[in-house]
């Protein structure tokens, strides 16, 4: 397949929030400007429900619809709207062309039964990896690669999901400060479920609330809410495509970029440990799942080569404390 005749026009956008109005007006505009026709949209973060009595130009995705069903998986709520309502892997048919989107529901937890759809996905065999990651939570890690933010301020869970999910595009809200920022292209990691090595690379977008016009105006680029997108679906893409460009970082979710933001003044207070630390820590009591053994793995090299001349006591013990407070 050529690159030209896959290639789909996205609208990715933030909150939509109570400003329902002038989302649908934003849209609108985009989709009869030169910039469109665009063939879908999708938008992270929460929103009100009475988007649901509004018509739409092209189809919209709702990564976040609390309260607006209580039915699982890709619900159409509307004409052209719909919900992606669990932590899953779906295939969309976009303009005759098929788009791979993981999504999570807020605050979900990577290790619960109902992250369990996605988890027996990206963990397949056959699983390469998707082009959306559509999430609430901001992904704990991903500020060491954005100029001008320090501290770890995301969420683990999301982080983990991205790490396993291997989105080309991984789109999430933006955090307090409120600026749109987009990461360069990094790395991704190969799955411990496969001996397949990705070949695409990862970016990271961050998106701010809906707003009016009017504010939009007075802030600026910064408050930035809606980016389209020009893509051509993984499956679709050639070799020459998915050369890895010059200059690509490593990836943001491993021990080695939490033990980077630690040093640095991250959320493990005065132990010196990100959450993710702490919780792989606390991983490596259970024989968990692949990501654990992943990182439980790693650990158990360093420590049999660091304490590879000790003499072997059978007194030693090791007592781990379940369930304290990351800052403990």
């Known amino acids: 397949y050529s690159m030209s005749s896959n290639k789909i026009k996205i609208l990715l956008v933030g909150p939509i929030g109570d400003n329902v109005d002038d989302f649908v007006a934003r849209i609108s505009s985009l989709q009869k400007s030169k910039a469109g026709p665009f ?17 739409f130009p092209l189809p919209v995705y709702l990564q976040n619809a609390s309260g607006l069903t209580e039915k699982e998986g890709l619900v ?28 999570c529901p807020p605050r979900i937890h990577w290790d619960s039964e109902a992250c369990k759809p996605l988890r027996d996905t990206v ?7 998707c082009d959306l990651l559509l999430t609430d939570e901001w992904p704990q890690g991903v500020e060491r690669i954005l100029e001008g933010v320090s501290g770890d301020q995301g969420s683990f869970d999301a982080a983990q999901v991205a790490l396993e999910a ?30 397949f090595t990705p070949k695409h690379t990862g970016r990271f977008l961050c ?14 680029k910064s408050a930035k809410f809606v980016h389209a997108l020009g893509i051509t679906p993984l499956q679709y893409m050639t070799a020459v495509e998915l050369q890895m460009p010059e200059g690509v970082l490593s990836n943001p979710f491993t021990d080695d970029s939490y033990q980077t933001t630690a040093a640095t003044g991250g959320s493990g207070g005065g132990a010196g440990l990100s959450e993710a630390q702490a919780r792989r820590l606390l991983s490596e009591t259970s024989s968990g799942g692949d990501s654990h053994a992943r990182w439980a793995s ?25 369930g304290l407070h990351k800052d403990v």
Do not use: W
């Not at 063939?39 to 018509?55: L, P």
């Not at 992606?84 to 005759?96: G, M, R």
């Not at 090299?301 to 660091?306: F, I, W």
């Open 166 to 195: 291997r989105p080309r595009y991984h789109v999430g809200r933006a955090p307090a400060h409120g600026t749109f920022l987009q990461s360069p292209p990094f790395r991704q990691l190969a799955a411990t479920s496969s001996t």
């Open 298 to 322: 790693k650990k158990r090299n360093r420590d049999s080569e660091s304490n590879q001349d000790e003499v072997d006591n059978s007194e030693n013990m090791t007592l781990f404390l379940h």
């Open 76 to 103: 159409e709520l509307a004409p052209n709207l719909y919900a992606l309502a669990t932590a899953q892997v779906v295939s969309l048919d976009i303009a005759k062309t098929q788009l791979v989107v993981a999504s």
């Open 39 to 55: 063939d879908a949209c999708f938008s992270v973060g929460q929103v009100n429900a009475s988007i649901t009595s509004h018509e």
């Open 123 to 129: 963990s397949h065999v056959s699983y390469v990896g």
């Open 207 to 220: 998106l701010n609330p809906v707003v009016s016009p009017a504010e939009f105006k007075q802030k600026g």
